[in-house]
T-cell receptor
């Protein structure tokens, strides 16, 4: 069964901390994505990557960075966590073919206190 | 930028009945894909059904079907014979190339 695995299901961090959210996929997908999910706003794209070491900004990249050193792994980094980054973070992967939807991880619920 | 609108934040249906969730989108493109995802309390996003814009025939997957109106830019999801396990957040999504946009979601409650 294909999988996208996010390293943490729940995370509590302090304001100002550097936070790493890890995502690993086992489907050899070219594309990987980080979304943020908030009530009433749906899923908003933070960053995506279409190849190793490549990244593109999404709609809300401010305060975030990403790293993709290996094809299967895509990390989201909060350089200095703030309370307004308290949210659900979803990682997804997908092929280049538009017919295929994305495969999602189970999400990381991050609370910044 | 493409936008996806789900105008029903919450919907409720009686078990065994039929419910329709609405979705509209805005695009100037003619070639794209549309999806409905289900997110149960486990938070795992599950692909329910998908539609290619160039296909006129509406997609069907068991109890789930869509009403795709390309000119109206409308993509509604019909769930027949609703089951308790259908209770979840449902997200409509539009994809073109590497750009997938989601609506705000509709929370579906199924009453026994």
């Amino acid at each position: 069964d294909v999988k996208v695995t996010q390293s943490s299901r729940y995370l509590v961090k302090r304001t100002g901390e550097k936070v790493f959210l890890e995502c690993v996929q086992d489907m050899d997908h070219e594309n990987m994505f980080w979304y943020r999910q908030d009530p009433g706003l749906g899923l908003r794209l933070i960053y995506f990557s279409y190849d190793v070491k490549m990244k593109e900004k999404g709609d809300i990249p401010e305060g975030y960075s990403v790293s993709r050193e290996k094809k299967e792994r895509f990390s989201l980094i909060l350089e200095s966590a703030s309370t307004n980054q308290t949210s659900m973070y979803l990682c997804a992967s997908g092929t280049l073919q538009g017919w295929h939807g994305y495969t999602f991880g189970s999400g990381t619920r991050l609370t910044v206190v | 930028a493409q936008t996806v609108t789900q105008s029903q934040p919450e919907m409720s249906v009686q078990e065994a009945e039929t419910v329709t969730l609405s979705c509209t989108y805005d695009t100037s493109e003619s070639d794209y894909y549309l999806f409905w995802y289900k997110q149960p309390p486990s938070r795992q996003m599950i692909l329910v059904i998908r539609q290619e814009a160039y296909k006129q025939q509406n997609a069907t997957e068991n109890r789930f079907s869509v009403n795709f109106q390309k000119a109206a830019k409308s993509f509604s999801l019909k769930i027949s014979d609703s089951q308790l396990g259908d209770a979840a957040m449902y997200f409509c999504a539009y994809r073109r190339s590497n750009d997938m946009r989601f609506g705000a979601g509709t929370r579906l409650t199924v009453k026994p």
